[in-house]
């Protein structure tokens, strides 16, 4: 029997969203702040040759600098004040996050609710600022080795290139914070969902020119498109399954009542983590990797040139650690999101069990013995749909949008997001049936 909260939300239509004031103002913010977002993508870098800099990045398009310039919208290839995205700051949450679980420090923060919260996410924005600097003079410098693309190469071409790109990362985490206290859903994951949007016009038209010159045959084409819907409807499915532990409540009194016993359920996601591990795990290559890329454009060392090579897309070695962060990030995240000793506490409390199973400590095995072997399928699945893209580039030589990694992120966010929105839609509808049950009230007296 479907509950209250899952009837109202089939009900839900676009009436009840005319009626929600406050979830148009929210939805309204949300896209004002993904349009300033698109417009900074297209404000250059001062003091850069664009046709320079974009012959410069044809000749990496294919490599690691493709996938950057997904994930930023087309900033990359326009080397816009955007550039570096939010990946120094998921990169900083990674660090914050993996630190966290082994110092006990911040494991106390973490534990002291919303202040610890504020107190760690000051951190994770200090640590961020430290990888844009590394990353943005990184490229600064890889900037100034490719020929003709500075037009005044020097110190105070390299300092303004840092303050540009650091402040429009810091920027970009500042509209995230804003869309996710003032907007619908989550800010960081919109602000990387809008970046890889933008780019499905110009990948389908240059999918489609490529069949039609003939560099992609048709059937290739025909096979690339059911591939990709075949990919959504597994993302769907697999972000909507659950492992449903059943849960009875014993027979209670209370007071001259007496109740009796009900069941329910505990439902453990296939993908607790959800999209987390495939951004890290892209996190963790794009930031050694963009950097080592731009500076092998010129007279770079051996050993940098070979690490740019190793890393490339499509190699065995970035393959095999794209794989291993995503599978270790997985487990990594579900055991921070997910508590067993916690959920079991709980149940202990409110008087519930899992049937065979002693309530306490065995309950907490229990869960985490069926959480780990969800989360196995769980990362497996995030693996195979990651590693399409990387697949079909090499082998079909197509654009990286139509594959898992920005699949995955698409879908997923929209989920996400429109599960937010049925919330607030959800909250309204209680919140006029409880009005209408006070005015009722107040006119039978």
């Not at 007496?258 to 329910?264: E, I, W």
């Not at 890329?293 to 690490?307: D, K, Y």
């Not at 002693?358 to 995030?382: F, M, S």
Request: hydrophobic share 50%; glycine share 8%; charged share 15%.
């Amino acid at each position: 029997m479907a509950s209250a909260a899952e009837q109202l939300a089939r009900n839900l239509n676009f009436s009840t969203l005319s009626k929600a004031k406050g979830l148009q103002r929210r939805i309204w913010f949300t896209l004002g702040v993904l349009l300033v977002y698109r417009l900074g993508t297209f404000i250059p870098v001062p003091g850069i040759d664009p046709d320079a800099f974009a012959a410069t990045f044809a000749q990496s398009e294919q490599g690691i600098l493709g996938m950057f310039n997904m994930f930023s919208g087309g900033a990359v290839q326009r080397m816009a004040i955007f550039a570096l995205n939010l990946i120094p700051y998921i990169t900083a949450s990674i660090v914050v996050q993996v630190v966290a679980t082994a110092s006990p420090r911040l494991e106390a923060l973490k534990k002291e609710g919303e202040s610890g919260r504020r107190k760690m996410n000051q951190c994770t924005r200090y640590l961020a600022v430290l990888f844009c600097i590394v990353q943005a003079y990184g490229i600064a410098a890889g900037l100034e080795v490719s020929q003709g693309v500075v037009l005044n190469p020097g110190w105070f071409f390299r300092m303004s290139t840092v303050v540009t790109l650091v402040g429009g990362t810091m920027f970009l985490m500042w509209l995230g914070e804003q869309i996710t206290s003032r907007g619908v859903g989550n800010g960081i994951s919109l602000i990387i969902f809008a970046g890889i949007v933008a780019n499905l016009p110009s990948t389908v038209v240059q999918t489609l020119e490529l069949s039609r010159t003939g560099a992609l045959p048709p059937l290739a084409a025909i096979f690339i498109l059911m591939l990709a819907l075949g990919v959504i409807a597994a993302i769907v499915f697999f972000e909507r399954a659950q492992r449903r532990l059943l849960i009875q409540y014993p027979k209670r009194q209370v007071g001259n009542k007496m109740f009796r016993g009900d069941t329910s359920h505990l439902p453990l996601k296939l993908n607790t983590s959800g999209v987390i591990p495939v951004i890290f795990g892209s996190s963790l290559l794009l930031l050694p990797a963009t950097i080592a890329s731009f500076a092998a454009q010129g007279n770079a060392p051996q050993w940098l040139q070979v690490i740019t090579a190793l890393l490339g897309r499509g190699q065995p070695l970035y393959l095999v650690l794209f794989a291993c962060f995503i599978i270790f990030f997985a487990f990594f995240y579900t055991a921070i999101v997910f508590s067993p000793v916690e959920t079991a506490d709980n149940l202990k409390r409110s008087g519930g069990f899992i049937p065979g199973i002693r309530p306490g400590e065995r309950t907490a095995q229990h869960i985490d013995y069926v959480l780990t072997r969800i989360t196995v399928v769980g990362a497996v699945y995030l693996t195979v749909v990651a590693l399409i893209p990387e697949i079909m580039h090499n082998q079909l030589a197509v654009s990286q949008f139509i594959g898992g990694t920005s699949l995955l992120i698409v879908v997923t966010v929209t989920i996400d997001t429109v599960s937010q929105i049925q919330s607030h839609l959800i909250a309204q509808q209680y919140e006029g049936l409880v009005k209408k049950s006070r005015l009722g009230r107040g006119k039978r007296r």
